[in-house]
């Protein structure tokens, strides 16, 4: 183990990074959403039962290879395949994917940050018009909200791990779930919340197809941060003392809570707002539920406890988001950053500024693609219409990446590295791993059944993405 590289001061402070990395925008509206239109109890069911028999072996593997390797994903998967090269690729598109994601989610983040200042300064009203969302993002105001958002990044990162990703986490975190009860809190006591929490846990397993179950499982990939190498780089910071195993049960058991406990706050406010409200047609997209319905929703409660308490309400709802949102981009962009200061041996701050000017540039490129230049709006035509360029990035490496991802890990780890040598890390910190079933249901769902649904997913995204077709008849 290197002497000199950096290490969490405690498993809290990993867990607490790892699950500020995993919850993110997606968990507070997208989740909720999507459980209510698919099934409702149902899917939270089969959700969970994806995230503890498919998405737990792979987290734990993620873990095991970064604190094997103690490097950034190139590295390690270069270290651990004694530099063989068709690895090395591997890793490249486990360095090159966080790259990309921080483009398209800084661009999500810096809007997030401008409907916040906004309800913060008194301008909720402005947010809940029509058309606003639209005007916003083509305003040059979102270059300065760029700016305020990167600074904090930044200095978040720039302190390194204890002193920056850690401590960020242990405030941000706490801060977050506070924010989130006392907002369940609050919206259960309007009226019609029951339809709401009704639609969101009552199961209706008619509604489970192919396409719900296939949604299902890439959202609990995505969600628990999968296929980012962003794990593979945090555990890097971890020491053979840790356990493995129990925190990557807790960083699971974090985020899927704060999941479902979103759907209590989000679903009840809707049913209220709206008691007709049809869940098929809240729409599918997290951004267009935060920007576009949410504001009309919170100016709403003005009725309830004015302008004020609605701004104020606003105000709590866009800095739970932000912090959801803050803490996964920060944990996105430390692969690269990793990777620049172990491939490339140089400081934390010079890595920062590389990327501050390549991410930058490209986060710029996709802010400006909603319409302020044209070629960039209308930047490339596939699956039978123009995309954008933030379009393209999203759907390469957000929607399309991933599962690959992951299903090359799932193969280095069994297959290369060797089930023995993940047995043996993850046993380390973790007493009674060896020989529990625990270790062969991991080894073996990792070397068979895993990476097969991974590959189907994969094949599936990219003819129905690309080419209009879906293997999977759905
Ligand atoms: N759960 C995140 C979300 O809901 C998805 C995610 C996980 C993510 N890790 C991330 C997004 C890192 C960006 C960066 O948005």
Redesign the pocket.
């Known amino acids: 183990m290197s002497a000199n590289r950096e290490h969490f001061s405690s498993r809290l402070g990993f867990i607490l990074a790892a699950a500020g990395?995993?919850?993110?925008?997606?968990?507070l509206v997208?989740f909720p959403v999507s459980a209510t239109k698919n099934g409702g109890g149902a899917f939270l069911i089969v959700y969970a039962l994806f995230v503890a028999f498919i998405c737990l072996p792979v987290m734990m593997a993620e873990m095991a290879l970064g604190r094997k390797a103690q490097k950034d994903p190139y590295g390690a998967y270069k270290t651990l395949s004694n530099s063989d090269k068709k690895w090395s690729i591997a890793g490249f598109l486990a360095v090159l994917t966080p790259f990309m994601?921080v483009v398209f989610?800084m661009v999500i983040t810096v809007w997030i940050f401008g409907f916040l200042a906004q309800a913060v300064t008194g301008n909720l009203d402005l947010l809940a018009s029509a058309g606003y969302f639209g005007v916003f993002i083509n305003d040059k105001s979102v270059f300065i909200y760029m700016i305020v958002v990167a600074a904090i990044v930044n200095l978040i990162l720039v302190g390194g791990v204890k002193e920056g990703i850690e401590k960020a986490a242990k405030f941000l975190m706490p801060a977050l779930f506070i924010m989130l009860v006392a907002l369940v809190a609050y919206v259960l006591t309007l009226d019609n919340a029951m339809a709401g929490v009704r639609y969101y846990l009552v199961p209706d397993f008619s509604k489970m197809n192919a396409s719900v179950l296939n949604g299902a499982l890439s959202q609990a990939f995505?969600?628990l941060?999968l296929g980012?190498g962003?794990l593979i780089t945090y555990a890097s910071y971890l020491s053979n003392k840790d356990d493995i195993v129990g925190s990557s049960k807790m960083v699971a058991i974090m985020d899927s809570l704060v999941a479902f406990i979103a759907g209590l706050m989000v679903l009840p406010a809707i049913f209220s707002f709206n008691p007709n409200t049809d869940p098929k047609e809240l729409s599918d997209s997290s951004v267009s539920m935060i920007f576009d319905y949410l504001p009309k929703l919170l100016l709403a409660l003005q009725d309830d406890i004015g302008y004020v308490g609605a701004s104020i309400v606003a105000s709590l709802f866009f800095l739970l988001v932000f912090f959801a949102a803050i803490t996964?981009?920060v944990?996105?962009v430390e692969v690269p950053t990793a990777a620049l200061m172990d491939e490339k041996c140089i400081s934390r701050k010079k890595a920062l500024i590389v990327l501050a000017l390549t991410t930058g540039l490209l986060t710029i490129l996709s802010t400006m693609s909603f319409g302020m230049i044209d070629w960039l709006t209308s930047f490339i035509n596939y699956g039978g219409g123009s995309k954008s360029f933030f379009d393209l990035v999203y759907d390469v490496f957000y929607d399309t990446i991933l599962p690959l991802n992951g299903l090359l890990l799932c193969l280095f780890v069994t297959y290369r590295w060797k089930k023995s040598g993940l047995s043996e890390e993850l046993a380390q910190g973790s007493e009674g791993y060896l020989g529990s079933a625990m270790e062969k249901y991991v080894n073996f769902s990792l070397s068979t059944f895993i990476p097969l649904i991974l590959a189907v997913i994969f094949i599936n995204t990219v003819t129905t993405k690309y080419f209009a077709f879906s293997i999977l008849g759905i």
């Open positions: 990395s995993a919850v993110g925008i997606g968990n997208g994601i989610y995505f969600s941060s980012m962003i996964s981009l944990s996105i």
